[in-house]
């Protein structure tokens, strides 16, 4: 007789962006974390808020932790924790225990959840190791590696493994594909003309792969060179990851359905 194992209980953390820019984002990865079948149980947590990157990366420590707090309070419980975005995702992983002396006992709850956190490409393809997703798309893709993703949780294989599972896509590899964008978050704010000159650069350089789609997994980044293609008046096509993996490439890309 077989014993039964429980599902994998598994939390999405949607992200603020993705919860009031881009929710097809979010339905994306719920989509390809349904397609593991059975195995995993993936709920959204209602209560859950901003991961309070913002705050943080302004010095505003005591709102970065009271939002933190709230995280982590709203993911115990879950065997895991996936996010559609590097940045995020490294808040959550590098950052939280930071945020809390040794002797806090939120520390220790905090470095719980980063040990549970997931960016989303990596959670599918090194975690679960899957290897069909099931999409298809006819034309050519570049990707853009994120700075936060790349640089604090070695996201760099791990989207490209995905994407070339996607039936009849072909990738142009993106020249300089680890430099910024220019957005940064707050940077973007703070030094418009140096973010500016950054994402002409980018824009540059993602034209120059004359490929039908640009692909990333934040959206932050994405949003940042969707808008500057646009103002170029480039007709390339911008998409997250988690859109392409689910077959959401039908639907308007990133920056189309608004004024970036």
């Not at 960016?119 to 190791?129: N, P, R, V, Y």
């Not at 570049?142 to 760099?156: F, I, N």
Request: charged share 20%.
């Amino acid at each position: 007789m077989t014993e039964k194992t429980s599902p994998l209980r598994v939390g999405l953390f949607v992200t603020c962006l993705v919860d009031l820019m881009r929710p097809s984002v979010g339905f994306g990865a719920l989509h390809l974390l349904a397609r593991i079948g059975p195995s995993l149980d993936v709920l959204v947590p209602d209560q859950q808020t901003c991961c309070g990157q913002p705050a943080y990366n302004s010095g505003d420590l005591v709102s970065a932790r009271t939002l933190a707090q709230n995280v982590i309070e709203t993911f115990e419980g879950f065997d895991r924790v996936v996010v559609p975005s590097g940045s995020c995702a490294g808040m959550i992983v590098k950052h939280y225990p930071n945020l809390f002396a040794i002797e806090d006992p939120w520390r220790a709850r905090a470095d719980s959840l980063a040990q549970r956190t997931w960016e989303l490409t990596s959670f599918l393809a090194e975690h679960l190791d899957l290897n069909d997703t099931g999409a298809a798309f006819a034309g050519t893709a570049t990707y853009h590696d994120s700075c936060a993703g790349l640089r604090e949780l070695g996201v760099k294989h791990q989207p490209r493994r995905l994407l070339a599972t996607v039936e009849g896509l072909t990738l142009n590899e993106l020249a300089d594909s680890e430099s910024c964008c220019g957005f940064g978050g707050l940077f973007s704010l703070k030094y418009p003309d140096v973010s500016g000159a950054i994402v002409d650069q980018k824009a540059q350089a993602v034209e120059n792969t004359n490929s039908d789609l640009l692909v990333g997994g934040d959206l932050g980044c994405l949003m940042n060179v969707a808008g500057k293609l646009k103002r170029r008046g480039s007709k390339m096509r911008v998409f997250h990851i988690a859109e392409v993996l689910a077959n959401l490439t039908d639907a308007c890309g990133i920056g189309e359905d608004q004024d970036a």
